[in-house]
DNA sequence: ATTAACGTTAACGTTAGCGTTAAAGTAGCA
DNA sequence: TGCTACTTTAACGCTAACGTTAACGTTAAT
């Protein structure tokens, strides 16, 4: 007779790292609508916490809420027609496609700082190998 | 005797997209210091025009101007001692990671679309290939 | 020399994403 | 039943990253 598992903001707050504030927020925003209890206390269930998860994630990698709300929508849509469904699609194919862009510019990025730090080794194992007045290249 | 490109704000805008505000507000943060004309118009060349693409790639990812600040500083940097040197390695290392950290972050984003993007083939599949009242699961 | 297109600074306005505080109610344990 | 920790809404505050407007100077082409 296991009752679902529940948690509080401040629960979840703690879990993520986060405050209950933002959590709050998430959903002043519309992106988790947890059930309340007699009091009037928020409760979340395992889905509400996927939800926050999701989102959390989203924002790591730069992910506006509006965004992430955009994508929660698709994950929770309840399709009624073949049309929406086609649109959602679409969606969904553009948001992969900014995702690969925004892969492509973190891998540009991963390998401007390795040549930048290929540089300063060089010049470091120089420093330290003994150059004095070595190396004054213009560049 | 050909002299060195150079570019107006508006040009640059025009050419990334962005508005000529961006581009003096990164100015303004101290990420591009461009040169005057004799009236006191922005001259931007080769070396600002790439100090700017890397602040764009970096936003585009979310990193904020900030970051981008340090990493634009580590790359200009000319390193007279070893132990700044040493400081800016380390300090190149944790940018790395956070890389890395959001390049995991995207590849599972990547796979939450694509499932997302099957069920709804698959449902889509379903509408179309006549199924009238078939699929009424609970969750 | 005029003029349209572009640029300048300065200042205020706006949106996102929370932090913080206040004033009050609730949960649950001794 | 009382205590303490947690929660509630509401409201104000704050920083980043620009947008917008004003009032005015510069360029470049005709």
Redesign the interface.
Known sequence: MATEPTWSVGQLAQEFGISTRSIRFYEEKGLIKPARSNGGYRRYNKRDRARLK?IL??K????SLEQCAD?LG??AME?DE?QQ??K??AY??D??AD?E???N??????R???A??KR??E??AQ??GREPDAGKRAE
């Open positions: 999701l994630r989203g790591r990698f730069g992910l994508i698709l994950a399709p073949a469904l086609r959602a699609l969904g194919q948001i992969q995702l862009r925004r892969l510019d973190l891998k540009a990025m991963k401007e700082m390795q930048v730090e300063m080794r010049r470091l420093l330290e």
